[in-house]
């Protein structure tokens, strides 16, 4: 089966620095990659997605994600968060239209 | 960004009754709704996909006697949980779909089975 990893369970910073979190891909098949995010109390929102194409990837809140087909991965940064940025964020991976999340990541900015 | 709506946002019941969750797309027609799972500080684990007019698609290890799912219009969907107990304790998040991998999720749904 398809699946996404991610290796940081728990990210702490200070505003203004910069954000990277990972996220790999297992190898074959289709890729449809995603990165969600769940601010505290709402329901997941779709930060940015890549399918094909330019693999630098831009989406909304200022976050940006590469894909490095040599490394299997689809990492989320953001140059400078903010303490909004403050949330779970979510790789996922799209196959046969279901997503496959990974095991997502928080993120807490102190001000 | 479309609107799902989940109700109710928080349910606790008995253990051996049932729990009915809906799902709504408030905006859009959904051809295809989704279910998952959540465990605290886990992942959100894909439970079954449901298509208008049809039978869910439920995922290995799901029981589908256990967890009814109900597609029956293009704005609808109910998840319920039979017989709860409280290993079905969980937060319940149901997403709505358009073409193209689109997919738009709920508020989701703590159910506590005590």
């Known amino acids: 089966a398809q699946s996404v990893s991610q290796h940081n369970h728990h990210v702490i910073l200070s505003e203004a620095a910069s954000l990277e979190l990972g996220c790999n891909y297992s190898?074959?098949?289709?890729?449809?990659l995603f990165w969600y995010v769940q601010y505290p109390g709402q329901h997941l929102q779709l930060l940015l997605k890549?399918?094909?194409?330019?693999?630098l990837v831009k989406g909304i809140k200022g976050f940006e994600a590469e894909f490095i087909k040599s490394k299997f991965s689809f990492n989320l940064r953001k140059p400078s968060v903010q303490w909004s940025d403050t949330a779970e964020y979510f790789c996922a991976r799209g196959d046969d239209y279901k997503l496959s999340f990974g095991a997502g990541t928080t993120v807490t900015v102190r001000a | 960004g479309a609107v799902v709506s989940q109700h109710p946002s928080r349910v606790i019941c008995k253990s051996g009754t049932s729990v009915k969750i809906e799902c709504r797309s408030l905006?859009?027609?959904?051809?295809?709704m989704f279910w998952y799972r959540q465990f605290p500080k886990q992942s959100l684990m894909l439970m079954a996909t449901s298509n208008e007019g049809s039978k869910a698609t439920y995922e290995q290890g799901v029981e589908k006697d256990k967890f009814l799912i109900n597609h029956a219009s293009l704005t609808l969907s109910t998840l319920t949980v039979t017989s709860a107990h409280p290993e079905d304790s969980s937060f319940y998040i149901c997403?709505?779909?358009?073409?193209?991998?689109?997919?738009?999720f709920g508020p989701g749904t703590r159910l506590t089975v005590t």
């Open positions: 890549y399918f094909s194409g330019d693999p």
């Open positions: 997403s709505a779909g358009k073409p193209g991998y689109e997919q738009y």
């Open positions: 905006d859009f027609q959904a051809t295809t």
């Open positions: 190898y074959g098949g289709t890729v449809n």
